[in-house]
Structures are given as structure tokens and as C-alpha cells.
């Protein structure tokens, strides 16, 4: 395929181009820095989200303070899929500061990723999180080298922040929708962009994150007691990566996805065969139920 869009047959015309809005590099091509590319101020992009409903959205560096986030009385309630005020959320939100990549917060053909979508009345659309993870690199010291680089990212990319208290690079969505479509838009770009695992294969992943550092730190029985703190704190920042709004409950405890995606790692470390784990961990027979937790008590 990609041989005869290289060297079409002589018999055959190359097909006429759709013309599409040009897309403006920032700065000079050699001035790059490797990774994702940003686009000028006014620039339009074209995003979509996972399920395929494709929007035009325009670059934009704005003050952070004039977001509206999901934290924020004034946010839309029906627009937020996701609850930002949950424990497990705001450690995640916290997690994200620490391990920011300016890069990752530009460029992205997917709603989901790059620079938040922003709507006309500044409401943060997509990037909610993003967006609290940058409020929490610009508000806190020991992050303030986080907040240099993003900041020298923007400038790099040729944006005038200079002057500027706490700039975001933001994609403002142009494409004018109802209330009903800006909900359905909402709800789509908040959504994941990859095929959900099965149980047996997110084991497997996990698994292979569990060093023997963090295993020496497991005490053995009830995952919820205060000896397996530590442990538990591990998991969720070293191999459950972004996934402790789904496996802790609103006071930030583990809930029962939690303790059964923990203990199915810990089966899967023991027991790495991906035929045996999808029968003890997706079948529905209480005796093999039953011989997957004597395996895991073993």
C-alpha cells in the first residue's frame, strides 16, 4: 500500500487534494524540539474523539485563571462524565503535576490528549485534568522547575508569555453545537481511547510492573489494612497508572475493583500463563473461582 501511494501506476492520476485549512507551524522548522508540535495562535486544528465525531478548534494561549474547570460552581454539571472533587481524583490530578511533560500538553490530533479543548464561554470541555494539573505546577513551589519548562515550551513554540502570570495553551472550539451536542461532544472526548483489557490481560500488565521492591512491601492478607499502606500506595503510583479514580472510593479507600485488579497482579506475578489467568479470573464457576483464591491465599 504504501508503495503505490509513493509510485502511482503511470495509468492512473494521482487524486486531487482536499483542500483543508493550513496549519501553521510555530516558529522556524529547525527551532522543533522533538515530539509532539504545537500550532500557531489562531491556528485551526481538526480533533476527534474516540468515537469518531470530528470538530475544528482554534490555538490559543490564555491566563489560566479564566478557565472555568469542573471544580468551579460555575462549571456546566451536566458536562462533567468525571467527579474532580473524588480523593482518588485529586491524587491523580497530583500525580499528573509531578510528572508533567509540556509536550504532551500541545499537539494531539485526539480531544482526549494534547492542549484542553476550550468552549467559547472558556468552560474546559476536554482537559479538566490537564487543566488541574497545571494550576497545581504554577501553585506550587516545589514544582516551579515543571512550570519553567512548560512555560519555555510555550515561548519556544514562538508565544508571547512573557508578561503573562500563568499561560495555558488551549484548543477553543470553533465548531458552534446545541446544549445536546456539546453534552454528547463532552462525553465522547472524555472517553478512552484504547480498547478496554480484559481482566486476565490488565493482570498480565500489571504484573509486569510489580518489582521486588514493591512486593516486600505487601504484608500478606487484607489489602485495606494499615499494614499494606505502603503497598497500596505503590501500586497505585508505580502500576496502576491512571487508574485510581476506578479502583478507590470517594474517601480514597480502596473499593472492590481496586482490591480485586490488585490481587488479580498479584495472582498473575505468581502465575504468569494467560490461558490459566483468563479461566480463574473471567470465569463464572464458583469451583474455579474457588481454586483461584486458594492459588492466590497460596
Do not use: C, W
Not at 505546577?137 to 516545589?142: E, F, H
Not at 494467560?274 to 474455579?288: M, R, V
Request: proline content about 6%.
Amino acid at each position: 500500500a504504501r508503495q503505490q501511494l509513493d509510485n502511482p501506476r503511470p495509468s492512473q492520476a494521482p487524486a486531487t487534494p482536499t483542500p483543508t485549512t493550513v496549519e501553521t507551524p510555530i516558529g522556524p522548522a529547525q527551532a522543533r524540539p522533538a515530539g509532539p508540535v504545537t500550532r500557531s495562535a489562531g491556528a485551526i486544528q481538526k480533533v476527534v474523539t474516540a468515537a469518531g465525531t470530528e470538530i475544528d478548534a482554534r490555538f490559543e494561549i490564555v491566563e489560566l485563571a479564566d478557565l472555568i474547570t469542573s471544580d468551579d460552581a460555575r462549571f456546566p454539571k451536566e458536562l462533567q462524565p468525571r467527579d474532580r472533587t473524588r480523593v482518588a481524583s485529586a491524587e491523580q490530578v497530583a500525580l499528573m503535576a509531578a510528572r508533567l511533560d509540556p509536550l504532551l500538553l500541545a499537539d494531539s490530533r485526539l480531544a482526549s490528549d494534547g492542549a484542553p479543548i476550550v468552549g467559547p464561554d472558556n468552560v474546559v470541555e476536554s482537559g479538566n485534568g490537564r487543566t488541574l494539573a497545571l494550576r497545581d505546577v504554577y501553585a506550587r513551589g516545589q514544582l516551579k522547575e515543571k512550570a519553567a519548562d512548560y512555560r519555555a515550551m510555550l515561548a519556544d513554540h514562538g508565544f508571547e508569555v512573557a508578561n503573562m502570570k500563568a499561560p495555558v495553551l488551549i484548543r477553543r472550539r470553533v465548531t458552534e453545537m446545541s446544549s445536546a451536542q456539546r453534552k454528547t461532544f463532552t462525553e465522547e472526548a472524555n472517553a478512552r481511547n484504547i480498547m478496554g483489557m480484559s481482566p486476565a490481560e490488565r493482570a498480565m500488565v500489571h504484573a509486569s510492573r510489580l518489582t521486588p521492591s514493591l512486593l516486600d512491601l505487601y504484608r500478606g492478607g487484607d489489602l485495606a489494612t494499615l499494614a499494606n499502606t505502603d503497598f497500596v500506595r505503590g501500586f497505585m503510583a508505580d502500576v496502576a497508572l491512571n487508574e485510581s479514580a476506578e479502583m478507590m472510593d470517594n474517601e480514597g479507600r480502596l473499593n472492590q475493583e481496586g482490591v480485586r485488579r490488585i490481587e488479580s497482579a498479584i495472582l498473575a506475578r505468581a502465575y504468569p500463563n494467560a490461558d490459566l489467568l483468563g479461566t480463574l479470573l473471567e470465569s463464572t464457576d464458583n469451583n474455579i473461582k474457588a481454586i483461584g483464591g486458594a492459588l492466590l491465599d497460596s
